[in-house]
């Protein structure tokens, strides 16, 4: 059977033309991380760290935030393995810290230096993370291996010292130990609310949001699976490229479907935040969390179950829910006051 392509079928020659001739559609913030020393000049009072991996998951929680506090903070990307906080320190009045899966194991280095090195008021906001015991069970701190413990007291740590802290499910509260924690969806949500009103309800598409983790085996076999059902589907890795930006994705792929199937949260919190309901294949805790927590979706375990359930459960059948924005507003007006709070850097 032969799958509708994205309508973006760029081949190498065309996506050199982009690259060279074309201005570049990807979204893209003042990061001082791609600066040279020199060349960093705070331009806000308020510095956001996040993670600038073009894969657009990291991008809308940014965006989310920027149009909840009414300005664009400068930003700092996670995974820059020399941060100067010596610079941010004296340059910023308070750190903002989200969103995204800030909290996944690759973080660990940024988080316990964070704790010893950055002195600023912080806020985490709108972070996540996979790590832990799956819902209901109890965490047990003694069981983990020693770097991981360090790990888990960071950012405990961190917490006690935030301002504000705000994450995404009560799985990351309880494993990370946060204090004062406040939970509501990703800033995503409000994001996409501007495109909401071009959801096309009467479409028949459906949609599969995959991640460049997903290997060329698994989806080819979602792509099967879904393809023996709806023959009109259409496929976007959920990755910005310059011929092809984050505002472009959200477009021409997910406003015309009427289900979303997904191995990765950001594609769920998307479908979630447009109102359209969701296939959920879990690749941890994260997804199944966030899931239990808002709905709007269904899970399955596998792959092999996906082709059964969609046969089982048209897309109309799966319970919908208001889309839970209002605990979202609620963190970024306080948020926003905190930042009002401080002492503007004049630049």
Not at 114 to 124: A, E, F, G, K, M
């Amino acid at each position: 059977m032969l799958f509708k392509k994205r309508r973006y079928n760029v081949t190498g020659l065309k996506r050199f033309l982009y690259k060279s001739l074309v201005k570049d559609k990807r979204c893209n913030f003042y990061d001082l991380s791609r600066l040279n020393k020199k060349a960093r000049i705070p331009q806000s009072s308020i510095l956001n760290i996040y993670d600038r991996d073009d894969n657009i998951g990291n991008f809308l929680p940014v965006l989310g935030i920027r149009k909840m506090l009414g300005f664009a903070p400068d930003t700092w990307d996670i995974h820059d393995p020399d941060i100067d906080f010596d610079f941010i320190n004296n340059n910023y009045q308070g750190v903002i810290i989200g969103g995204a899966g800030l909290l996944c194991p690759p973080f660990k280095d940024f988080w316990v230096k964070y704790s010893q090195q950055c002195h600023l008021p912080t806020v985490i906001w709108g972070v996540g993370s996979g790590l832990g015991a799956g819902i209901g069970e109890k965490i047990n701190l003694e069981s983990q291996d020693s770097e991981t413990r360090e790990y888990i007291e960071a950012v405990s740590e961190i917490s006690r010292k935030c301002d504000l802290v705000n994450v995404r499910d009560q799985l990351t509260a309880d494993f990370f130990k946060l204090h004062n924690v406040h939970i509501a969806a990703c800033p995503t949500v409000v994001y996409m609310q501007e495109f909401r009103q071009y959801v096309n309800s009467n479409s028949s598409r459906v949609l599969y949001s995959s991640h460049h983790f997903d290997s060329q085996d698994e989806i080819r076999k979602i792509k099967e699976s879904v393809s023996n059902i709806y023959q009109n589907f259409y496929f976007t890795e959920n990755v910005q490229h310059p011929y092809l930006g984050l505002d472009e994705i959200i477009e021409n792929y997910y406003v015309d479907s009427s289900l979303v199937v997904t191995t990765r949260l950001h594609g769920a919190i998307m479908a979630y935040g447009l109102g359209i309901p969701y296939v959920g294949i879990t690749r941890g805790e994260k997804i199944r969390s966030f899931c239990n927590e808002y709905g709007n979706g269904i899970l399955i375990e596998n792959i092999s179950q996906l082709q059964s359930i969609l046969s089982d459960t048209p897309f109309s059948q799966i319970p919908m829910q208001p889309i839970a924005i209002e605990p979202v507003l609620d963190f970024g007006s306080r948020v926003k006051q905190w930042s009002s709070s401080l002492t503007t850097v004049t630049v």
